[in-house]
Structure formats: structure tokens, C-alpha cells
């Protein structure tokens, strides 16, 4: 069972590029998450979905875009990349929203924009 | 505002204890976790606490006090392998979780 896993692992973008990074599951968790983590700063929030068919918006969503098409994959699409969005990108799921329910993270992608 | 406050880096030697404390002002309150993460990794589930009081996993416990805005996690007979950064994170009103920006621990022979 490989629990979250995520692609690219790391990369280098000129700015103005479109990305997309990929989150897959496989523990049929219905909520998934998107987070960056800044050095100095906490994880904070991007887009998440409770469920399959839905997405939410986070504390930082803009320039950022999400689809939940299925329960499996969760990706997050940058439409044109800047330098202020150099960061490290973890996702997450959890087997649903309640209080009690655990977050797990993938191994986290390392994006630098140029 | 909502905030989640953690000293940034600590240092303590290996075998003995050390205590990582957090302080928190959140518009809600359904819990606080703390995870672990080494360098270069993902952040990993360490412990939950919802009711007041302490929880102990191990070597590893945590103390919640949610009249004062307030959690440690105590750590016991420290091994190497412990230096990492410790997240603080508080479920708020929506069941989103707040994170604190960590504690980086130094463990030293």
C-alpha cells in the first residue's frame, strides 16, 4: 500500500508556465488537502475537498486551482506560475472531516519558479 | 486572528527530557495535534488531545489545557533519531487544522 504519493518530486519553472501537480491515494479517504510550507512559516492551507465531486478554498488560494474528479486523485494546477509560489507542496487526506480524523501527507513536492 | 505559536528551535541532550510547548488563539476549538517531521520528509501523526489533561504514547505524551490556550508534548529519554521539527496543529470551528510554523529540535550525544 503506498498511502499518498505525489509526482513531480521536485521542480524548476520558469515563471509565467502552467503546472500541475498530481496527488494519488489509495486509501479511499474522502477529504484531500493541499498545503505549502514556507521556511519561518506553518503549513498553510490551499484548497481541499471533503469529498469526490467537491473542492473548498483554503487560507491561500490564489493562483491555484484544484478538481476532485474522483476519490483517488487531487491535483493542483498552477495557471501561471510566480517566484512567490517557490515553496515546498504537501497533500494530504483523511478518512473524512470530523475533529478526531488524521491528517496523512504525501512526500511533498519541492517547486521553484524562476 | 487565529494563532498557533511554537519556539522555533530547542536543543537537549540525547537520553534525557525535554518539553515542546504551544500556545493557541483559534476561532473555535475541536482539538489539537502534534506531528513530527524530519527533514526533507512529510509531517507524521504524533498525538491528539480534545479533552484537558495528558495523553501518553510511549516516550512520547502530550498535555492539553484548553482553559489556557495551552499543550506541550514531553518527550522522554531523547535518541537521535528524535531531532526533527514538531508541529503544533489546532482543529478550529470549520475542522480545518491550524498549523503552528513548528519546533525544531537539536538532539546532541
Known amino acids: 500500500i503506498a498511502g499518498i504519493t505525489q509526482a513531480p518530486t521536485s521542480q524548476i519553472l520558469a515563471a509565467g508556465r502552467r503546472m500541475t501537480l498530481r496527488c494519488t491515494q489509495d486509501m479511499r479517504h474522502n477529504a484531500m488537502y493541499w498545503y505549502r510550507q514556507d521556511l519561518g512559516l506553518g503549513l498553510r492551507l490551499i484548497h481541499y475537498s471533503n469529498t469526490a465531486g467537491t473542492t473548498g478554498k483554503g487560507e491561500v488560494p490564489d493562483g491555484y486551482s484544484v478538481s476532485r474528479a474522483n476519490t483517488d486523485d487531487f491535483p493542483l494546477t498552477l495557471a501561471s506560475a510566480v517566484p512567490s509560489q517557490t515553496s515546498v507542496y504537501f497533500c494530504?487526506?483523511?478518512?473524512?472531516?470530523?475533529?478526531?480524523?488524521?491528517?496523512?501527507f504525501g512526500p511533498g513536492t519541492r517547486l521553484t519558479v524562476l | 486572528g487565529q494563532n498557533i505559536d511554537q519556539p522555533t528551535e530547542m536543543t537537549a541532550t540525547e537520553g534525557a527530557i525535554v518539553q515542546i510547548n504551544c500556545t493557541y488563539q483559534t476561532s473555535g476549538f475541536n482539538g489539537l495535534f502534534w506531528y513530527q517531521q524530519h527533514a526533507g520528509e512529510a509531517p507524521t501523526f504524533l498525538s491528539y488531545n480534545v479533552l484537558d489533561g495528558l495523553e501518553e504514547k510511549g516516550r512520547f505524551s502530550s498535555f492539553l489545557s484548553r482553559s489556557k490556550g495551552y499543550s506541550y508534548l514531553l518527550l522522554k529519554e531523547l535518541q537521535m533519531k528524535d531531532s526533527a521539527s514538531y508541529l503544533c496543529?489546532?482543529?478550529?470551528?470549520?475542522?480545518?487544522?491550524?498549523w503552528g510554523a513548528g519546533t525544531k529540535l537539536i538532539i546532541k550525544p
Open positions: 496543529a489546532v482543529s478550529d470551528s470549520n475542522y480545518q487544522l491550524i
Open positions: 494530504a487526506s483523511s478518512g473524512g472531516t470530523g475533529p478526531t480524523d488524521t491528517q496523512y
